[in-house]
């Protein structure tokens, strides 16, 4: 599903206009985005799951074209751990 098949359904489903759901659907990304800047981000939505940031330690890499190591740099990845209702459904 894109993003503007998601406006559709909540517009649809919302019975509001497509312009009120991209901005609630862009007002939610953005509010998600900024609690996961923060030191220890974290959105936990019952029954959906939980948004977390993870630091990933450096590490060596193998480059797949050459075959040689290369470094890779420690970084924030975000990380999503479903919650019982999603897990449930799927």
Do not use: H, W, Y
């Amino acid at each position: 599903m894109t993003k503007s098949e998601l406006i559709d359904k909540m517009a649809k489903d919302a019975k509001i206009s497509k312009v009120a759901a991209g901005a609630a659907l862009d007002s939610f990304m953005e509010g998600v985005t900024k609690a996961l800047k923060k030191k220890n981000g974290k959105v936990t939505l019952v029954g959906f799951g939980t948004f977390s940031k993870v630091r990933r330690k450096a590490r060596k890499g193998r480059n797949p074209q050459t075959g040689e190591p290369i470094k890779i740099k420690a970084c924030n990845v975000v990380k999503f751990k479903p919650g019982k209702k999603l897990k449930d459904a799927i």
